[in-house]
């Protein structure tokens, strides 16, 4: 079965760090493209990070030198090490990965607050 689990979340302090994960099953993990999305209450869901199949990466311009994503393709695993966090970075955040097809992770709680 298709499937993707994020964990890693939880309250964090403004300034503070945490690190996602997203370990897939079920699927041909390193030829899929896998990004982080995020949707915080009342707005919709924005892209925050992506990996391609070769490596490269992209970003959202507010998260920027603060975010890294990587890939462990023999632990089929995707990460999010989020740096200096924000109130505004508080969201759910979403694993995707595509290649043929679209699958989605159930979602993490990121709640960034004194």
């Known amino acids: 079965q298709e499937q993707l689990v994020e964990s890693g979340g939880g309250l964090v302090r403004p300034g503070g760090s945490l690190r996602l994960s997203c370990a897939a099953s079920?699927?041909?993990?390193?030829?899929?493209?896998l990004t982080w999305y995020r949707q915080a209450p009342g707005k919709q869901r924005e892209l925050v990070a992506a990996?391609?199949?070769?490596?490269?990466?992209n970003y959202a311009d507010s998260v920027k030198g603060r975010f890294t994503i990587s890939r462990d393709n023999a632990k089929n695993t995707v990460y999010l090490q989020m740096n200096n966090l924000k109130p505004e970075d508080t969201a759910v955040y979403y694993c995707?990965?595509?290649?043929?097809?679209?699958?989605w992770g159930q979602g993490t709680q990121v709640t960034v607050s004194s």
């Open positions: 995707n990965a595509l290649n043929r097809r679209s699958l």
């Open positions: 990996i391609a199949r070769e490596g490269s990466t």
């Open positions: 079920g699927i041909d993990f390193p030829m899929n493209v």
